[in-house]
């Protein structure tokens, strides 16, 4: 027999464990969740970013641009003072100016590095202005030379390099700001990358150890399903063996209690029947001492009247009793032994009919005792040998008939209700009652309880569980002295076919 | 029995007071052929097939059989008698036993008993038993077996 692996341990090992990887699997799959929020997150401020270095770049650009324009468009004026055009065109864009360096300002003002470059450019595009303004003033009231006298300073030129240096400058912060995001980003990916792998790795290998924990289980699982069928199997073949030696062990009683009956009852006949010849031979002595009293009193002698007349009969008559009263007792056993034999024929019973018709068998000895036998109505059915249960239920109702409370009207109930496989029915009666102590005795053989007022061998209770053992049921009984009993009969709902015991 | 020629009666019972008893009631029921008891199978075997007074040789003959014998069973008799190739297959066999057992009457039958008694156990009824069967020998016809020689 296999040994069952402790099962209980086993669950709560596996149990911890799954669950252990279950919460490692879940902690990287979150990780994973929270690291792709986050780089989502960063590559949207990156975006913003970026747009925004855009922003300024076209801005510085578009003040660049209306720089040179208004550059190129006063050095037009001067070339040809009469062209209002260029003059028109110098003061649009000088009116465009302020808006343009107003968004510049608006787009750098977080950054401290631009703010100084922003004011040194608005302080440069003032004085440009300033220049710019005189200029166009001289142009205005014909002062040619003048206005180009002014355009010659050195101081001019050197404001307009100015402010394209600071320009350019400002372009390039932005430039390099921009290369210091981009390298923020590809880190916040690589970072992002590196904690998938990390997140994969991690759930491969719980998937893996969960994998094994489980085939390990269900091999565990398989090798104690398999002790568990061998012990079955080891079981079955013991009930099998089991049930072969009590029906050995049966069938030997049986023959011995019919060998032991049948060669008992040979003496019998020669003790009974010489006793016979004995009271014959006895009679013919009793005869000749009456004779020899009446004839010769002389040869009397009161020895031989005293055999003749009293101790010869009364030892006979003893003889007599033992042996009928042995021979009832043989027979009884020698009936059990014959019960036991029988083949059953399991057939379907209508019990509650079947105590009825019992009743009619028993209807003088009822009415004789002013007594009541009620069958209940819902009385189930059962599947079983007709003959024995007859036998059986028989034997309790007439010993609840015989066993009366004298002065008492006996009501005697058979009940019964079906219990999942198996009925049981109960014949309960008002009678004397059975002494407690003796419960287990009653159905022992040749045993009686209370007073020995009725005639019978303490037979038939034996013979009851006898049949009701072979028919695969029980017998109890319950009582108090007094009180009457009911005896409870357990029987299976359907008798199994059997084979007939040779 | 009512042949001129006396028909013995051959006896196989082990028990000394039963062949006792049943020697007793046979003859007061009238019946005085001269009755051979034997208490084993072996010698009863050997009187009806060897001895010069048995069946065998010397003529007609009844059975009255025990079934529960020391050395053999009373069927194995029964069996040897009615097998038998001479004239002792005709002689009537009364199986007279305690067993009452159904099996056991039918298999006598089968094997060719003519008649089947159970010993009853109460004396006045096992006399009357005996007497009855010996009323039932007086009437009845033996065959002789001295015809078939």
């Known amino acids: 027999m296999a040994d069952l692996p402790a099962d209980a341990p086993v669950n709560r090992v596996l149990t911890r464990r799954m669950s252990a990887l279950m919460v490692f699997g879940f902690l990287a799959l979150v990780l994973v969740g929270y690291a792709a929020v986050r780089v989502m997150q960063r590559n949207e401020v990156h975006t913003r970013l970026v747009e925004h270095t855009y922003q300024v770049e076209n801005a510085v650009l578009n003040v660049h641009r209306l720089v040179e324009q208004g550059e190129t468009a006063r050095r037009g004026y001067m070339l040809v003072p009469g062209r209002t055009g260029a003059l028109a065109n110098f003061q649009r864009i000088e009116r465009q100016l302020p808006d343009a360096i107003a968004r510049l300002e608006r787009l750098t003002r977080d950054n401290p590095v631009q703010r100084r470059y922003h004011l040194g450019l608005r302080l440069q595009l003032a004085s440009l202005a300033a220049r710019r303004a005189n200029t166009i003033t001289l142009l205005g009231q ?57 997140a994969g790795a991690l759930l491969a290998t719980v998937a893996v150890i969960s994998l094994l924990t489980i085939l390990s289980y269900t091999r565990d699982l398989s090798r104690s399903d398999e002790a568990l069928r061998a012990l079955n199997a080891g079981l079955e073949d013991m009930v099998v063996v089991r049930t072969a030696d009590l029906t050995r062990a049966n069938e030997e009683i049986q023959r011995f209690a019919y060998i032991v009956s049948h060669d008992l009852r040979s003496p019998l006949v020669n003790v009974m029947g010489f006793t016979a010849e004995l009271e014959t031979a006895a009679s013919a002595l009793r ?40 021979d009832r007792l043989i027979n009884a056993i020698l009936q059990l032994s014959r019960q036991g034999r029988r083949a059953l024929t399991p057939e379907k019973i209508d019990v509650a009919a079947l105590v009825r018709q019992i009743g009619d068998t028993l209807s003088h000895r009822l009415s004789e005792t002013d007594t009541v036998l009620t069958v209940e109505a819902d009385l189930p059915p059962v599947v079983s040998d007709r ?7 028989s034997n309790l109702i007439e010993n609840a008939v015989k066993y009366l409370r004298p002065g008492v009207p006996g009501r005697i109930t058979v009940s019964g209700r079906r219990e999942r496989e198996r009925v049981v029915y109960i ?24 007073a020995q007022d009725r005639p019978g061998e303490g037979i038939g209770l034996a013979t009851v569980r006898a049949l009701v053992f072979r028919l695969g049921g029980t017998i109890d009984v319950a009582s108090t002295l007094g009180q009457g009993a009911a005896f409870t009969l357990s029987l299976p709902l359907v008798l199994l076919r059997q084979e007939p015991n040779s | 029995m009512n042949a001129p020629q006396s028909v013995n009666i051959v006896m196989i019972e082990d028990d000394e007071g039963h062949a006792r008893l049943i020697e007793k009631n046979i003859r007061r029921a009238g019946i005085m052929n001269p009755i051979r008891h034997f208490t084993d199978g072996t010698s009863a075997l050997d009187y009806i097939f060897h001895d010069s007074t048995g069946p065998q040789l010397n003529g007609p003959a009844l059975v009255l059989l025990d079934l529960n014998l020391p050395d053999m069973s009373g069927t194995d008799i029964l069996a040897r008698i009615k097998t038998d190739e001479g004239p002792v297959k005709r002689t009537p066999v009364v199986v007279l036993t305690t067993t009452d057992d159904s099996r056991e009457i039918q298999r006598c039958y089968d094997l060719g008993a003519n008649v089947y008694i159970t010993k009853p156990v109460n004396y006045e009824s096992f006399a009357q038993a005996i007497r009855q069967l010996g009323l039932f020998l007086s009437v009845i016809q033996v065959p002789d077996l001295g015809d078939s020689h």
């Open chain 1, 387 to 393: 003959l024995a249960l007859d036998q059986v239920l």
């Open chain 1, 427 to 450: 014949v309960r009666d008002n009678g004397r009652g059975i002494d407690p102590r003796d419960h287990a005795r009653v159905f022992d053989l040749f045993r009686r309880s209370g």
């Open chain 1, 287 to 326: 005869g000749l001492v009456a004779r020899v009293e009446a004839e010769a009193p002389a040869l009397a002698d009161e020895e031989a009247r005293l055999a003749a007349n009293e101790d010869l009969p009364e030892a006979i008559g003893f003889i007599r009793a033992s042996t009928q009263k042995m």
């Open chain 1, 142 to 198: 014909g002062d040619r030379a003048g206005a180009l006298r002014a355009f010659e300073d050195d101081a001019e030129i050197r404001t307009i390099v100015t402010i394209r240096n600071l320009l350019d400058r400002m372009g390039a912060v932005e430039r390099r700001l921009m290369t210091l995001r981009d390298a923020e980003l590809r880190a916040s990916e690589r970072a992002f990358y590196t904690i998938i792998i990390l």
